[in-house]
Every structure is written in C-alpha cells, then in structure tokens.
C-alpha cells in the first residue's frame, strides 16, 4: 500500500489562497468519498481539519474547504494566516478496510 | 468527546519489544475503532493498524503484519499496541487515535508517545 503523493512544500503570503493537492489510487481515493486531512504543528498531534472530502469539523475555520475529483483530492486554505503555517496530511479510507496517509506537505506563510 | 490519553516514552534495545496503551474517556468504550499511527524523526504520518474495542477484531497495514499486536483491556478501557523485534528504524513517535463509524476520519488523537530503540 504506497503513500498518497502530495507535493513537499507550498508557500504564500498571508491573505493569499493555497492549494495543496493528495493523489491516490481507484483503491483509495478514487473508490471512497472519505478523505480526510489533517493540520500538524511541530511537536503536536495532528488536528482534523475536513472529513469526508469536503465537510469540516465543529470549530474548523471557512478558510478551509476540501474537494476531490477521481483520484485526487484537494485542500484549499484561503486567507492564509502565520497560524496556518504547518503540516498538512491527507488520509483516505481504503480496500480491504485499511486507511492511508499522504506523504505530507510542509505549508510555509511567506 | 473522547479523550485520548498515552502512556509515557519508552527506551528499548535493538530486537525487543515495547507496549504502548491509550486509555480512553468522555465516551462508551466498546463503541471505539481505535488506530494506532507512527511517524519517525521528521518523516510523514503512516498507518499501522486498528481495533474494533466492542468485539476485539483487529487489521494491520502489510508493512507491521508479524511484528504488531494491537489488544484492548475493556475493565481499563485501555488499548494497547506492541510492536516486536524492534529496530533503530522503528525510533519514532505513536499516536492512537479514533475513527468515526461510517465517515472513518480520525477524529481525536492522544498525545503521541515516544519509543527510542538504541543499543
């Protein structure tokens, strides 16, 4: 079961929109609307931002939206923030009832 | 709201084993599919397994197949995972975490814990 691919870095300035992109598989991905993506800032646990593709949890700010389109979802920060600079994971549900991560990609808030 | 509470770092050497337990609270304990999550030095977040702490069915991601045990103590509402024959490359912090029925996100993490293997 490889790692979902997303790119290493993303960066933008503070008021900006940012994309961060998670490619899978007809596995994964591309079989189940249930991806999930998650915030990470150094020496913490990682925080759910959006579940099942696009819905955000109780408490997650608007500026955070998600969307998927085959076997690619998408996570779009817009009106980027300091705060907002972290690592960002895609998860997905997948065959055989197993989950899997993205490789990750490191936001920096220029 | 479930919370998610781990136990403390562990130093072990090279070929031997380590548990890690995560007791849970704020929700009905055997209605919990609890995943255990590593991530090594500066490396991304990967899958290991989970477990369905109503009824003990457990499923392991290939790579840990063999070398990974995950169990549940339902009178301690505690979960625990035990990864074997451990190696350097097996440095890293684990997280338990739950996931939420039919959406399947992982909606509360516990605190990580460390597990350092060095001779």
């Known amino acids: 079961q490889s790692a979902l691919t997303q790119p290493a870095s993303v960066s933008g300035s503070p008021g900006q929109s940012i994309t961060i992109s998670c490619t899978g598989t007809s596995s994964d991905v591309g079989s189940y609307n249930l991806v999930s993506w998650y915030q990470q800032h150094p020496g913490k646990a990682p925080k759910l931002m959006i579940y099942e593709g696009s819905k955000r949890p109780s408490g997650i700010s608007n500026r955070f939206s998600g969307s998927k389109s085959g076997n690619t979802a998408s996570l779009t920060i817009s009106g980027l923030q300091d705060e907002d600079e972290a690592d960002y994971y895609c998860?997905?549900?997948?065959?055989?009832?197993?989950?899997?991560f993205g490789g990750g990609t490191k936001l920096t808030v220029l | 709201q479930v919370q998610l509470v781990q136990s403390g770092a562990e130093v072990k050497k090279p070929g031997a084993s380590v548990k890690v337990s995560c007791q849970a609270s704020g929700y009905t304990f055997t209605y919990l599919t609890i995943h255990w999550v590593r991530q090594a030095p500066g490396q991304r977040l990967e899958w290991m397994g989970w477990i369905n702490t109503g009824n003990g069915i457990t499923k392991y991601s290939q790579k840990f197949q063999g070398r990974l045990t995950i169990s549940r103590d339902t009178s301690a509402s505690t979960v625990y995972m035990e990864l074997s024959s451990l190696r350097s490359e097996d440095t890293a912090i684990f997280y338990c975490?739950?996931?939420?029925?039919?959406?399947?996100?992982?909606?509360?993490w516990g605190q990580g814990t460390l597990v350092t293997v060095s001779s």
């Open positions: 975490a739950r996931s939420v029925g039919a959406t399947k996100e992982l909606a509360s």
């Open positions: 998860c997905s549900y997948a065959e055989s009832s197993t989950w899997v």
